[in-house]
């Protein structure tokens, strides 16, 4: 039985920092963050694969982190300088395999956590 359970979200203001946390049952190749703002897709925002490579979107590349605490089986996603653009739901993701050998911003993840909300004013 696996569970992803995501916490730490909430309203911050501009330029605020915000750090995100999935706490995860098992163990996957890849995992990652997404989100999904008002009346947009959802998109893929950072990825971690078992042996410690990420991937970031653009837009936030230089601002998040993305990391585990192997130990405590817990994903996070710390987040910087947040602006309104970084308004959404914020999902975990995971996988139990990669692509090709890389962990990617879309597609392949069979599992996914509840959701925690950010919005930045």
């Known amino acids: 039985h696996v569970q992803l359970v995501e916490s730490g979200g909430g309203s911050v203001q501009t330029g605020g920092n915000l750090t995100l946390a999935c706490a995860a049952s098992?163990?996957?190749?890849?995992m990652a963050w997404f989100r999904q703002a008002s009346g947009k897709e959802r998109e893929g925002i950072a990825t971690?694969?078992?042996?410690?490579?990420?991937t970031y979107l653009d837009s936030v590349s230089g601002r998040f982190t993305i990391s585990k605490d192997n130990a405590k089986n817990i994903l996070y996603l710390q987040m910087d300088s947040l602006n309104p653009e970084d308004t959404g739901m914020y999902y975990c993701?995971?996988?139990?395999?990669?692509?090709?050998?890389?962990?990617?911003?879309?597609?392949?993840?069979?599992?996914w956590g509840q959701g925690t909300q950010v919005t930045v004013s």
């Open positions: 971690i694969k078992s042996g410690g490579s990420t």
């Open positions: 098992g163990t996957f190749v890849c």
């Open positions: 993701a995971a996988s139990p395999m990669s692509f090709f050998g890389f962990c990617r911003l879309s597609g392949s993840y069979s599992y």
